[in-house]
């Protein structure tokens, strides 16, 4: 039987693949993130993410009732610049945050990715940054795992013209070394923008669409 207009099935588009884009602090994220938005991927940062859980209700109780109204501004928001001292400050300040927003930040990037994957055309590319993907475990829950890093004194200029004490977040996270070995692909953003864009290109091409989960 010849298949008419009504009966026909539609055409399905290829799955996008959903990369995980980690790195240790200083090392640039961000910067590849936008590069890869600019080339048409799909982007989801964690910071955009828990930039809107510290505006949430409940999240803001939980945080004032561990650090007090110091860490709010007037808005009755979280003041992230001094919950970031609070939490180096107090002995287990660090993973009380981690249990409180890691749960809400996965189930977030989760539904984002699902609704991703359901537009009409889907985007080539998902990618999603995740400061702590190996120290969260997180490995197993993407189709690839790419590491963007950079030297040592490289990463420490870069955090401390933040005003961010370098060695104290570098302490809490994976050594670099460790997360290269363990990623798909990885790359050492010493250079120039130009240079890490032409990664990302290299990366966009070794992860067409089409394998990616349903």
């Given at each position: 039987m010849v298949a008419t207009a009504s009966t026909?099935?539609?055409?399905h588009a290829p799955a996008p693949q959903c990369l995980g884009l980690t790195g240790g602090i200083g090392s640039g994220k961000s910067a590849a993130l936008d590069a890869f938005a600019r080339r048409g991927a799909a982007v989801l940062s964690a910071d955009d993410i828990v930039h809107r859980l510290y505006g949430e209700p409940e999240v803001i109780r939980e945080v004032v009732a561990r650090f007090g109204?110091?860490?709010?501004?007037?808005?009755?928001?979280?003041?992230?610049?001094?919950?970031?001292e609070a939490a180096f400050g107090q002995e287990g300040g660090i993973a009380?945050?981690?249990?409180?927003?890691?749960?809400?930040?996965?189930?977030?990037?989760?539904?984002?990715?699902?609704?991703?994957?359901q537009r009409t055309p889907p985007p080539p590319l998902i990618v999603c940054e995740v400061p702590l993907l190996f120290e969260a475990g997180l490995q197993d829950a993407f189709d690839a795992v790419i590491v963007v890093t950079a030297s040592d004194h490289v990463r420490r200029a870069r955090v401390e013209a933040r005003g961010q004490d370098y060695d104290g977040r570098r302490a809490l996270q994976v050594p670099e070394h460790q997360k290269v070995a363990a990623a798909d692909m990885a790359y050492v953003n010493d250079g120039t923008l130009v240079d890490l864009d032409e990664w990302v290109a290299s990366v966009m091409d070794a992860y067409p669409a089409g394998d990616g989960a349903a």
């Amino acid at each position: 039987m010849v298949a008419t207009a009504s009966t026909r099935a539609e055409p399905h588009a290829p799955a996008p693949q959903c990369l995980g884009l980690t790195g240790g602090i200083g090392s640039g994220k961000s910067a590849a993130l936008d590069a890869f938005a600019r080339r048409g991927a799909a982007v989801l940062s964690a910071d955009d993410i828990v930039h809107r859980l510290y505006g949430e209700p409940e999240v803001i109780r939980e945080v004032v009732a561990r650090f007090g109204d110091g860490v709010t501004l007037t808005s009755g928001v979280v003041d992230r610049v001094a919950l970031g001292e609070a939490a180096f400050g107090q002995e287990g300040g660090i993973a009380f945050l981690e249990g409180l927003l890691h749960p809400r930040i996965g189930e977030a990037r989760r539904a984002w990715i699902a609704a991703e994957r359901q537009r009409t055309p889907p985007p080539p590319l998902i990618v999603c940054e995740v400061p702590l993907l190996f120290e969260a475990g997180l490995q197993d829950a993407f189709d690839a795992v790419i590491v963007v890093t950079a030297s040592d004194h490289v990463r420490r200029a870069r955090v401390e013209a933040r005003g961010q004490d370098y060695d104290g977040r570098r302490a809490l996270q994976v050594p670099e070394h460790q997360k290269v070995a363990a990623a798909d692909m990885a790359y050492v953003n010493d250079g120039t923008l130009v240079d890490l864009d032409e990664w990302v290109a290299s990366v966009m091409d070794a992860y067409p669409a089409g394998d990616g989960a349903a």
